[in-house]
C-alpha cells in the first residue's frame, strides 16, 4: 500500500516559522532576556493545524452580440485570516510570542497601541514580518512553502487546562497577511 506523500497520521508536518518583528526585538532587548523574553531573531511553532487559503482571481461577464463571454479581472480577492494550531511548549514561550505582539499592537492594561512606547517607524511595518509555513513529507523533509508577507496575529486562542485529560496543551492563533507565495521545496 502506497504512504501519501504527507502522512496525515502525524501531527508534527507542519513547521511555521518567522523573524520577530522588529519591535519585538526592541521589547526583548529592554526586558534583559529574563523569564519574560522573546527569541530576539526568529521564532519556530511544530503546527499540526493550518488552513492553506482559497485564491481567488474572478471573472468578468462581458455580454456580446446576445452571448456573454468571461473574461479574467487580472486581481485577486482579498485574503481571508488564517488561524494555526499549536502545541504550547513546556515554557511557553510560542504562545508568550505571539501573546507580546498582539499586546503591543494593543495593551491590555493601558489599552492603546505602544503603550510600552517602544521607538516605533511611521510606516506600520516594525509589527509586520513574513511568516513561512513548510509542508514536509515522511521523511520530514521540506516539499512545499507558503510565505505570508507582512503579517501580524489578529487573535490568540484560549488554553484549555484539563487535568483529566493527559494530553499536550494546545493553542492557536489567526493572523492576516498581505500576499502569499507558494513554491514546491526540492531537494
Given at each position: 500500500?502506497?504512504?501519501?506523500?504527507?502522512?496525515?497520521?502525524?501531527?508534527?508536518?507542519?513547521?511555521?516559522?518567522?523573524?520577530?518583528?522588529?519591535?519585538?526585538?526592541?521589547?526583548?532587548?529592554?526586558?534583559?532576556?529574563?523569564?519574560?523574553?522573546?527569541?530576539?531573531?526568529?521564532?519556530?511553532?511544530?503546527?499540526?493545524?493550518?488552513?492553506?487559503?482559497?485564491?481567488?482571481?474572478?471573472?468578468?461577464?462581458?455580454?456580446?452580440?446576445?452571448?456573454?463571454?468571461?473574461?479574467?479581472?487580472?486581481?485577486?480577492?482579498?485574503?481571508?485570516?488564517?488561524?494555526?494550531?499549536?502545541?504550547?511548549?513546556?515554557?511557553?514561550?510560542?504562545?508568550?510570542?505571539?501573546?507580546?505582539?498582539?499586546?503591543?499592537l494593543h495593551d491590555q492594561r493601558e489599552g492603546k497601541y505602544n503603550a510600552?512606547?517602544?521607538?516605533?517607524?511611521?510606516?506600520?511595518?516594525?509589527?509586520?514580518?513574513?511568516?513561512?509555513?513548510?509542508?514536509?513529507?515522511?521523511?520530514?523533509?521540506?516539499?512545499?512553502?507558503?510565505?505570508?508577507?507582512?503579517?501580524?496575529?489578529?487573535?490568540?486562542?484560549?488554553?484549555?487546562?484539563?487535568?483529566?485529560?493527559?494530553?499536550?496543551?494546545?493553542?492557536?492563533?489567526?493572523?492576516?497577511?498581505?500576499?502569499?507565495?507558494?513554491?514546491i521545496v526540492d531537494f
Amino acid at each position: 500500500m502506497q504512504q501519501s506523500i504527507l502522512n496525515k497520521s502525524r501531527a508534527d508536518k507542519f513547521l511555521l516559522i518567522f523573524d520577530v518583528p522588529p519591535i519585538l526585538k526592541q521589547f526583548s532587548k529592554k526586558s534583559n532576556h529574563d523569564n519574560k523574553s522573546i527569541v530576539p531573531e526568529s521564532v519556530q511553532f511544530s503546527i499540526y493545524g493550518s488552513a492553506v487559503p482559497e485564491i481567488t482571481v474572478p471573472a468578468i461577464e462581458n455580454r456580446y452580440a446576445g452571448n456573454t463571454l468571461y473574461l479574467s479581472s487580472h486581481s485577486k480577492n482579498s485574503y481571508p485570516p488564517v488561524s494555526v494550531k499549536f502545541k504550547i511548549d513546556n515554557e511557553y514561550k510560542n504562545y508568550w510570542a505571539i501573546y507580546n505582539w498582539l499586546n503591543l499592537l494593543h495593551d491590555q492594561r493601558e489599552g492603546k497601541y505602544n503603550a510600552r512606547e517602544i521607538n516605533v517607524d511611521e510606516n506600520f511595518t516594525d509589527y509586520q514580518t513574513n511568516l513561512t509555513i513548510k509542508g514536509k513529507d515522511e521523511f520530514n523533509n521540506d516539499r512545499i512553502k507558503f510565505t505570508y508577507t507582512k503579517a501580524f496575529p489578529t487573535s490568540i486562542n484560549a488554553i484549555d487546562y484539563d487535568y483529566q485529560n493527559s494530553d499536550e496543551l494546545v493553542s492557536g492563533f489567526t493572523f492576516v497577511y498581505s500576499q502569499l507565495h507558494t513554491e514546491i521545496v526540492d531537494f
